[in-house]
């Protein structure tokens, strides 16, 4: 089972920027690594995730534009850029590695290893 460890969150102004990191403790071939948030009351929601088989990146609506996912397979690592922070980006957010099939992408169900999360909070 891979464990995951994220960090780099923090307290940051709106507009401010963020990066978040994950290191995975054994390798990530094959894997897709996504990034999940959840904010207080409310569902874990898909952030964005990076697929081994295409390489292609995936983004929620609510982030496009503003955060960048990348991978680093030869380090195990995998961060989330985050620029134009708003207050409603404020939520715990977790790292999670899968092989979820295209259509169950975007779901916290595909995914079989999670960190424990790091909180990012955006102030107004």
């Known amino acids: 089972q891979v464990q995951l460890v994220e960090s780099g969150g923090g307290l940051v102004q709106t507009g401010g920027s963020l990066r978040l990191s994950c290191r995975a403790s054994?390798?990530?071939?094959?894997?897709?690594m996504a990034w999940f948030r959840q904010a207080p009351g409310k569902e874990r929601e898909f952030v964005a995730a990076?697929?081994?088989?295409?390489?292609?990146?995936y983004y929620a609506d609510s982030v496009k534009g503003r955060f960048t996912i990348s991978r680093n397979n030869a380090e195990n690592t995998m961060a989330l850029q985050m620029v134009s922070l708003r207050a409603e980006d404020t939520a715990l957010y977790y790292c999670a590695v899968g092989r979820p099939i295209l259509s169950t992408l975007r779901l916290s169900s595909a995914y079989t290893a999670w960190g424990q999360g790091t909180q990012v909070t955006v102030s107004a």
């Open positions: 990076t697929r081994w088989t295409n390489g292609n990146l």
């Open positions: 054994d390798g990530i071939s094959g894997y897709t």
